[in-house]
């Protein structure tokens, strides 16, 4: 029957034909070089740099990530060190601390601004200029308003981690679509249930790439602000390591610092994918 | 008031809507549409449409001039009301399923859990969704989405609902159908409506009564009671007399409406052809 057809849904007649297996095959191979291919040669050239080098700074990878292993992966069952816990635990307290603050404040205060179109135009200009401060710039400020204390590093970590969520939090309620709000007006939908239940829901994409920027910016200003007068931190560690000349230990932080960027940014973005799968779906 | 006439839900009285000062949109309508009634309201592209229905809706605050629902004027959006959007897919939330969609608004009425979801199951019942509660609109063809926004409308349960071409963008087959629907609809739940269509058989076919508007800034231009059997059927109903003469008479309006004139016109005499109008410029449109 016609309508049958015309109404058959997009996934259904959009789904892949399975290749054969030898192509499956041939196709995740591909996919493993593309992916990684040049990382791994990278590392290799590295690894034989590193070799046929004298200077004692350039450590070959190898023994890097063997440094890596003991000195942080080698304790008894859930199989992390002291120095993990001490370390790792701290760098990461103050990050989400302060990444929850802009978060928080972000989101509030956009919301507010967002809701109307005369304040978004005249805050906008102060938005941008506060995100393109070099960041790095504001933590002699930080330094003399707060001291040395965790307080200064957390409040800095949000400071730079807010204007993003800020920015992208007006962006995303200027942008909800008229017809939705309408509608939901129509419905009887109060201005709190119009929040709750469209203009969230609707800013949601960029709220979300906000604080994904936001978490990133927040790890390099961890790092940072841990390099000054910290007593703990992976941050610290990288720096007190080079003061002893214990340059594979240093490397080691690095690594370190790599690992706790790369699986943050993978745990949001699984978040974000199942939080936003109707989006994901709605542009497929 | 003409005494046959059941009771009024709403009352539009020289209603009349400037975007911009000095620029109507509407210049002046008037209507009154009864309890159980489906009026169809056509007008050529651009005329106010959409402008009557958010200010019928509460959406725009009249310029000038009443809109009153159960003799109230209208101040803000009333809480008995339901639209269907012209944009359809626009005024679906993407992120709720459709059983999800419908039931929205309900949170807010005074139902309770277990009524409110039979409502939203019988809703869905009656535009042939039943099987879709948990798909998300965009898993949805045109079609199926605009029964999406229908059901949402139905389960509502309003003593007015306002359709803003609702069947502009789908198919000729499909429009049958939802054509059809909302009739049945009609019929069974006694439910007002106030269709807003550009397309004239639509307009007959559907309407208890015709309110033709003039093209931009619109006015009021003429109300045709369409005096057809209460039961209708696409094939029957589109090939008998009675209505291919109210057709043509629609038509005719229409015609002089879009070439420019803004007069309220007088009903041509009995069997006469339509007398053509003094050719005179269309008027500006105001752009958004
Ligand atoms: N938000 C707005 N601001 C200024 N002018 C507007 C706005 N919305 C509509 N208009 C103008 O008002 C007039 C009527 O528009 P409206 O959308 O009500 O017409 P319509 O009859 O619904 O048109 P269509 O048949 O295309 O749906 C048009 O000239 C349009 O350009
Ligand atoms: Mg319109």
Same mark, same amino acid.
Not at chain 1, 134 to 138: E, F, K
Not at chain 2, 92 to 96: A, F, G, I, Q, S
Not at chain 2, 166 to 171: G, L, T, Y
């Given at each position: 029957m016609t309508t049958r057809t015309q109404e058959a849904g997009p996934a259904e007649s959009l789904a892949p034909v399975k290749p054969p297996t030898y192509a499956r095959v041939a196709g995740v191979a591909r996919d493993l070089v593309v992916r990684w291919g040049v990382l791994v040669v990278a590392v290799v050239v590295w690894h034989q740099l590193a070799r046929s080098s004298?200077?004692?700074?350039f450590p070959v990878p190898t023994d890097i990530l063997d440094t890596t292993r003991t000195l942080w992966?080698?304790?008894q069952p859930p199989f992390v060190t002291d120095l993990f816990t001490e370390n790792v635990g701290s760098s990461l307290g103050r990050l989400l601390q302060g990444w929850a603050l802009a978060v928080v404040i972000g989101i509030a205060g956009g919301v507010l601004i967002g809701s109307s179109a005369l304040a978004a135009d005249m805050v906008r200009p102060l938005l941008d200029f506060m995100r393109s401060i070099?960041?790095? +710039?504001?933590l002699p400020v930080f330094l003399v308003l707060l001291?040395?204390?965790d307080n200064m590093r957390v409040s800095l970590i949000a400071f730079v981690s807010l204007w993003p969520v800020l920015l992208n939090t007006v962006e995303g309620v200027r942008t909800v679509d008229r017809v939705k709000l309408d509608t939901a007006r129509v419905f009887g939908l109060g201005r709190v249930a119009r929040l709750r239940h469209v203009v969230f829901p609707a800013a949601s994409p960029k709220i979300l790439a906000g604080m994904r920027v936001a978490l990133s910016l927040g790890l390099n200003l961890m790092v940072i602000s841990e390099?000054? +007068? +910290?007593?703990?931190?992976v941050g610290h560690f990288v720096d007190a390591s080079q003061d002893y000349f214990r340059i594979v230990d240093m490397w080691s932080g690095i690594i370190m610092i790599v690992i706790i960027g790369i699986l943050l940014n993978l745990s949001f973005m699984a978040l974000e994918k199942r939080l936003l799968r109707w989006h994901i779906g709605e542009r497929a | 008031m003409r005494v046959r006439e059941p009771k009024t839900v709403l009352e539009v009285e020289d209603l009349h809507y400037e975007y @911009? &000062?000095? %620029?109507? *949109? #509407?210049d002046s309508i008037s209507f009154k549409i009864g309890e159980g009634e489906l009026v169809s309201i056509v007008g050529p592209s651009g005329c106010g449409k959409t402008t009557l229905m958010k200010s019928v809706a509460g959406l725009l605050r009249p310029t000038s001039g009443t809109v009153r629902m159960h003799g109230v004027a209208v101040s803000?959006?009333?809480? =008995?009301l339901a639209m269907v959007f012209q944009e359809y897919e626009r005024s679906? !939330?993407?992120?709720?399923t459709v059983a999800e969609n419908v039931k929205l608004p309900l949170? !807010?009425? %005074?139902?309770?859990k277990g009524q409110r979801a039979r409502r939203v199951e019988r809703a869905l019942a009656e535009v042939g969704l039943?099987? =879709?509660? *948990? %798909? !998300? &609109?965009?898993? @949805?063809s045109g079609g199926m989405q605009q029964r999406v926004a229908i059901a949402r409308a139905l389960a509502y349960r309003p003593s007015l609902l306002l359709m803003d071409e609702?069947?502009? /963008?789908?198919?000729a087959q499909t429009r049958a159908e939802l054509e059809d629907l909302v009739a049945a609809v009609q019929r069974n739940h006694g439910v007002t409506i106030m269709l807003i269509t550009h397309d004239i058989d639509e307009a007959v076919y559907l309407g208890d009564r015709v309110i033709v508007l003039t093209g931009s800034?619109? $006015?009021?231009?003429r109300e045709i009671d369409? =005096?057809?059997? /209460?039961? $209708? =059927?696409? #094939?029957e109903t589109k090939a008998s007399r009675e209505f291919v003469a109210l057709r043509s008479e629609v038509a005719h309006l229409i015609r002089r409406a879009t070439r420019g004139t803004t007069e309220t016109v007088e009903p041509p005499?009995?069997?006469?052809?339509a007398p053509e109008p003094t050719a005179k410029p269309r008027q500006e449109r105001i752009l958004p």
């Open positions: 004298t200077s004692g700074y992966f080698s304790g070099p960041s790095p +710039a504001v001291g040395i204390g390099l000054v +007068a +910290a007593n703990n931190g | @911009l &000062p000095g %620029k109507a *949109a #509407i803000q959006v009333p809480d =008995d679906l !939330y993407p992120w709720l949170r !807010y009425v %005074k139902v309770d039943s099987r =879709d509660h *948990a %798909k !998300y &609109p965009w898993q @949805l609702p069947f502009a /963008s789908v198919d800034p619109s $006015r009021t231009m369409v =005096d057809l059997p /209460s039961e $209708r =059927d696409q #094939i005499p009995e069997g006469a052809a």
